[in-house]
């Protein structure tokens, strides 16, 4: 099918619509935190994590070819915390942390 004008104003809008989902996870945030990224998570946890996060990475299983699994690294003033993607509580902690403009940066 060759490419139409519809065509390509159909995929303009349609990337408009994502990036308007979360708007501020597509921006530099004014957040940012300050200080080395961490890197590497060798084993995840499923306990939850009370304590304030100030920012979250997320990498995909052998992003790095020395970390093996998919994990979320959330920071908190008294350590990363490496969090599976499967917790049960983890897409509920994402979203109040979007609500903060805090979006996790992938690796």
Known sequence: MPFSFHYGLS???????????????????????AGPIPTCCMKANNATIKEPVHA?????????????IHAYILLTKNGDWCVDPRAWWLQQRLKKLEAREICCQIL
């Open 11 to 33: 995929l303009i809008c349609l990337t408009i619509l994502i990036t308007q989902v979360c708007p501020q996870c597509h921006l530099p945030s004014p957040r940012s935190p």
């Open 56 to 68: 979250c990475f997320v990498h995909e299983e052998h992003t790095f070819p020395h970390c093996p």
